[in-house]
């Protein structure tokens, strides 16, 4: 025996050293698989959260409008909405460059600026998008 390990010894350690580095691997892989999941998961609800966003009755009464969203991915940069007032009705249609998380959050915040610009008081909307950018800018 060598330094006082023999070879049962040594084989005993072998196999102890692969039983434990294929637990570590299972639990790993269990962690990547729980990742996945959650990914998964989070993309479903943000999905759901985009399509709670979209105007989903019509403006007003007498006027039928209708939209559906089918982005690429769970999300994406469509919009449609649609609101009025005591000046008439405004209706917006907007596509962001890109798909995915990023296109959706910039037309999240497009939404918003828009609903902010209807509601704010300041000067409506028109067909060009360059009012807007300058009040959201």
Do not use: N
Not at 36 to 54: C, H, S
Not at 80 to 88: I, T
């Amino acid at each position: 025996a060598r330094d006082g390990f023999g070879a049962i010894d040594e084989w005993l350690l072998m196999v102890t050293a692969q039983r434990t580095l294929a637990q570590l691997e299972t639990v790993a892989l269990h962690r990547r698989r729980l990742l996945d999941q959650q990914l998964v998961d989070d993309a479903q609800l943000a999905g759901e959260l985009q399509q709670l966003m979209l105007a989903d009755h019509s403006p007003a009464p007498g006027l039928d409008i209708a939209g559906v969203l089918r982005p690429a991915r769970e999300v994406g940069g469509d919009l449609y909405g649609w609101q009025s007032d005591a000046l008439g009705t405004t209706i917006a249609v907007a596509d962001v460059s890109g798909k995915g998380a990023s296109a959706a959050l910039l037309m999240a915040s497009v939404q918003g600026s828009l609903r902010h610009a209807l509601t704010s008081g300041e000067s409506r909307p028109c067909v060009s998008p360059s009012p807007l950018i300058c009040v959201t800018s």
